[in-house]
């Protein structure tokens, strides 16, 4: 975690879903990679820092990804949860119109030509 002054942060699984979610994004958001898992005292940490600051969750729609979602929704009820469409599977192989609608849906300021395709 670095020390952005982003008041947004998205945490996804990989670096590859972070790469994609950077190239969407039009305004200041830090995005934060668990790599598929996250231990309890990572959890923790990250619980701490994001206190105060809008906090959402997109995670790839599969086993993998819907574990690690159930354990933020106990772990960090208030955060909001972004969902792909499930044909799509994962984060970083979901079409750019797609992923910025749902990143739009959730007022993160997106480019407005990855809406346009």
């Known amino acids: 975690m670095n020390d952005m002054y982003a008041e947004k ?4 699984e990989g670096t590859t879903d972070k790469r994609k979610v950077q190239s969407i994004v039009k305004e200041p958001v830090e995005i934060i990679c ?5 231990s309890i005292s990572r959890l923790d940490e990250l619980i701490e820092y994001i206190t105060g600051k809008d906090a959402y969750i997109l995670v790839d ?3 993998a990804g ?7 929704i106990r772990e960090l009820p208030e ?3 972004l969902y792909i469409d499930k044909m799509y599977r994962e984060v970083a192989t979901t079409p750019e119109h797609h ?14 030509w990855f809406l346009d395709k």
């Open 34 to 38: 668990t790599n598929g898992t996250i």
């Open 66 to 72: 819907e574990k690690l979602r159930k354990q933020f």
């Open 61 to 63: 729609a599969d086993a």
């Open 99 to 112: 992923l910025a609608t749902v990143l739009l849906a959730a007022n993160i300021d997106v480019h407005a």
């Open 9 to 12: 942060i998205i945490i996804v």
């Open 79 to 81: 955060a909001e949860h």
